[in-house]
Each structure stands twice: as C-alpha cells, then as structure tokens.
C-alpha cells in the first residue's frame, strides 16, 4: 500500500514592531513537503536509524547545512517527538519526504517555526493520530515556547496570541529541557524514552483581519542571525513606560491594519518598538537609522517599518512604491557592509494545510 501527502506550511513575520512575542502574519513562501509511505519499499537500503529518507531539493535554503538524519533535523525530529508521545518509536517502513524550502534560514522569517509545524503535522498524518490544528500547536509550543512565528504559521492570517497560564504541574511538564523533548542524534540507538505529553489548549489566539491592499516587503540580509542570540541580548526587565509605550501601539495597530484606506499616520508611528529594537540593533548593522530614515513622507505608499521577528531582515508594509522602498533599504544595509536580496510577499490567510494525493 502507498500513501502520498503533501504538507504546505508558510513563512511568517513576528512582532510587527510592538507586539513582540504576540503578533504574527503568515507569508506567502511556503516549507513544502512531499511524504511518500511505501510499504513495499521496506526492504530498501535506509541509513537512517528510524526508517525516513529525507531530501531536500537543491535550490531549497539550507540545502548544503540541513542535516538529512530523522534525529537531527528539526522537520523529523518535531514529527518523531509527536510520534514517541503517543508510543510509536518510528517513522513507517518505506518513509521518504522531499523538502522543498524557499524560507531563508535564520534570517526573520519563521523558518524555524514553520519547520517545527510541519513536523507537528508530519507526525500527526504519518500515525494518523487526528489532531485538531489547536491541539497540533500545543505540540508545537513544547518546542518553540514562544507562540508569534508558530500561530501564524499553523493558523494563517494575522494574528495575535498569547500562552495561557499554566497549573504547577502543567508548568512543569511543559518546562521540561527542550533535550527531553526532541529525541537527539544517539548514534542509532534508540533510548526507548517516551516525552512528556503537551499541556491541552496552552496557546490562545484570535486573527485579526488585514487590508488587502497591505502588501509585506521583506528585506533579507546575508547573514543569518540566530533567535537564541537575538533574544539573549534582551533585558530580563523593563521601564513602565516603555512597556505602556507598546501597549498603546500595540492596541492601535490590530485595528488600524485592517481600515480601508490604510492610514499611514497612523500605522508607521503605531508600528514603533521599545521593547526588542533598540537592544537588537547592536547584531544589525544599520538598524537604528533604517528604522527612523525610511519614512511614508520620503516614500509615498510606505506604511510602517519593523524588524521582522529576531531579525535580520527588515519588514516594511506598503500599497506602493515597492521597488523603490526596498532600493533604499537596501542601499542603506550596503553602506553598513551588508548585501541584501528583497521579496514582495502577502498574508498567507489560510496557514498551514495537508492535501492527500
Ligand atoms: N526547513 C528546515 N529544515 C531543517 N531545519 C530548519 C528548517 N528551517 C529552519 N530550520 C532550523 O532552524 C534554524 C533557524 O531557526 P531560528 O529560530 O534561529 O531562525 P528563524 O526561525 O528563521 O527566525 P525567526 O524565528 O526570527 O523568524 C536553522 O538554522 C535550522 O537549524
Ligand atoms: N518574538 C520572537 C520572534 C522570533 O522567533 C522574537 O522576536 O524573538
């Protein structure tokens, strides 16, 4: 017997200025996966020590770095976590998946997110286990704890969430090393460890509607910068009023997104950030004078401009003047020593989807 699936999960941008570890859109670049499961092909010749032959196609990100093992890259080692909490060791015999990835690594755009959902989603079609979406993200909150990139990304659209509170207990299944979670490279063996199960419904959210006529430019340095170091380099705490100066953009924003005609005097002042900006600045070349220099006033079309996620890239929203917005983004990341691409991306609306073939 052979069944063959297909998992499509999109970028995202997280923070969009104030709302850090809150607000997140999905992006039309999708982690795409083609999962065959073969059962005649189970005498093949496999390696891998828990039956899945992964590829990548070569002109994916990551193509040369990504490690191809199931129990070192991030996809699989997602989806045998979600198989091993729920008593099954490994993949099906005869497993292959193809990757084909267009989200640059490291860079802002939630590749780790949308890795980790497809593995969530790998692992629950692989065992047929019959997840709901809001059931997968509780999975995928046991491996990036922060629920901007992966609600965007698993859900769609434009969104806003936040982690509810936990019962000592929960907290302390949930809190776990990330080592207890993800199985690790052990050299073949299997330690036979099952991993704690997911706390139920820890991720709430709700989308926001998004004018259309918005379009998300992103601007991708050629460097990659990673979520570990970008979030190390923040306080632990914060000035009350820096906190109430987010807050107040934050509120504003969620609504001034979705009005027709989108509002630039509003959107870009309501698009600042006192909480992760100006402490990331130090990893980005140029960022404090990209983010005050490009302004709706110098570029007719231009609505707002943040750090996307962690960074490095830049996420500028406009109606127009895309080009030209980017050139000048770029040739300012240049003079800074930084080369830089750009690409003109939209919401991602109906996030992450399995189409069975
Ligand atoms: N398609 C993929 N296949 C395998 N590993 C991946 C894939 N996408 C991401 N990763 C892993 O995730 C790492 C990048 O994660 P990181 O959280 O640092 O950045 P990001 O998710 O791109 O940025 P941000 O969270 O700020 O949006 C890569 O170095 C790689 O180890
Ligand atoms: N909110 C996260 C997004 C990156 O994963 C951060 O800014 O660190």
Redesign the pocket.
Known sequence: MVRTFKIKVPASS??IGPG???L?VGLSLFLELEVTIDSSLAHETNDDPNNCKLSYTEDSEGYSSVPLRSDANLITRTALYVLRCNNIRNFPSGTKIHVSNPIPLGR?L?S??AAVVAGVILGNEVAQLGFSKQRMLDYCLMI?R?P??ITAAMMGGFCGSFLRDLTPQEVERREIPLSEVLPEPSGGEDTGLVPPLPPTDIGRHVKYQWNPAIKCIAIIPQFELS?AD??GI?PKAYPTQDLVFNLQRLAVLTTALTMDPPNADLIYPAMQDRV?QPY?KTLIPGLTEILSCVTPSTYPGLLGIC?S???PTILALATENFEDISQEIINRFVKNGVECSWKLLEPAYDGASVEQQ
Do not use: F, M
Request: net charge negative.
């Open positions: 997280a923070n850090y570890d809150v997140g802002g939630g780790s997110g990036e922060h901007d990139n979520t970008s979030r923040l992760h990331r750090l996620g962690a960074g």
